[in-house]
């Protein structure tokens, strides 16, 4: 049974920088891929970015350019460093995972994955 913990998240002026992780336990990590998801408050939960198995990566638009996934096997960690924060991406940023194949590019829609954290609040004051 693979376990998330998410951490990381805080409050931050606009134009500050975070850095979110995810701990997997319970797993092989090296099997897994992963997304980070948000969700502001009245809104639905949206992609934020995910990472594959074999280290490929995808972004939302919205993100793209300030935003950066990465794993670290070793430590069973996926990461999101968010820079350039702008106060519309204050939301709680969840993490989420899937067993795949080497050969999968990653998920992008919440559907895809089958095990979540339980997520860390942004907050970016402008």
């Known amino acids: 049974q693979v376990q998330l913990v998410e951490s990381g998240g805080g409050l931050v002026q606009a134009g500050g920088s975070l850095r979110l992780s995810c701990r997997f336990s319970?797993?092989?990590?090296?099997?897994?891929?992963a997304g980070w998801f948000r969700q502001a408050p009245g809104q639905e939960r949206e992609f934020v970015s995910a990472?594959?198995?074999?280290?490929?990566?995808a972004y939302a638009d919205s993100v793209k350019g300030r935003f950066t996934v990465s794993r670290d096997n070793d430590k069973k960690t996926v990461y999101l460093q968010m820079s350039a924060l702008r106060p519309e991406d204050t939301a709680v940023y969840y993490c989420?995972?899937?067993?795949?194949?080497?050969?999968?590019?990653?998920?992008?829609?919440?559907?895809?994955?089958?095990?979540w954290g339980q997520g860390t609040q942004v907050t970016v004051s402008s």
């Open positions: 989420a995972t899937k067993r795949t194949i080497l050969s999968v590019p990653p998920y992008v829609q919440p559907g895809q994955y089958d095990s």
């Open positions: 319970g797993v092989t990590f090296s099997y897994y891929g």
């Open positions: 990472i594959g198995r074999n280290g490929n990566t």
